[in-house]
Nanobody
Framework: QVQLVESGGGLVQAGDSLRLSCAASGRAFDGYSMGWFRQAPGKEYEFVATVSRNGVRTYYAESVKGRFTISRDNAKNMVYLQMNSLKAEDTAVYYC????????????????????WGQGTQVTVSS
């Protein structure tokens, strides 16, 4: 089983950049498509980005496209979310998630599609 732990969140100002990291344990990391979701205060979980098993394919929510970049390093069992030009509306708890059954479709953007989740890391963007 793959375990996920997020880090890198913090308090930044609008326009700043931040990189989130997700460390995965286990030997089957490269068999998972990976994604980032977020939950803003008082709102539902929102899909942010996903990356394929080999890191070649990526897909983004319209709200973050052009500003955020998802990537992975399978040799290090790591997933990253580079966030640039941050806005106040990006404030949320960000979650790293893994999809073991990645061969069943692409892209996957629903919370229910990802069976493995980290604990989350808080990102707060002040305006």
């Amino acid at each position: 089983q793959v375990q996920l732990v997020e880090s890198g969140g913090g308090l930044v100002q609008a326009g700043d950049s931040l990189r989130l990291s997700c460390a995965a344990s286990g030997r089957a990391f490269d068999g998972y498509s990976m994604g980032w979701f977020r939950q803003a205060p008082g709102k539902e979980y929102e899909f942010v980005a996903t990356v394929s098993r080999n890191g070649v394919r990526t897909y983004y929510a319209e709200s973050v496209k052009g500003r955020f970049t998802i990537s992975r390093d399978n040799a290090k069992n790591m997933v990253y979310l580079q966030m640039n030009s941050l806005k106040a509306e990006d404030t949320a708890v960000y979650y790293c998630a893994g999809d073991r059954y990645s061969s069943s479709g692409w892209p996957k953007t629903r919370r229910v599609d990802f069976g493995t989740w980290g604990q989350g890391t808080q990102v707060t963007v002040s305006s």
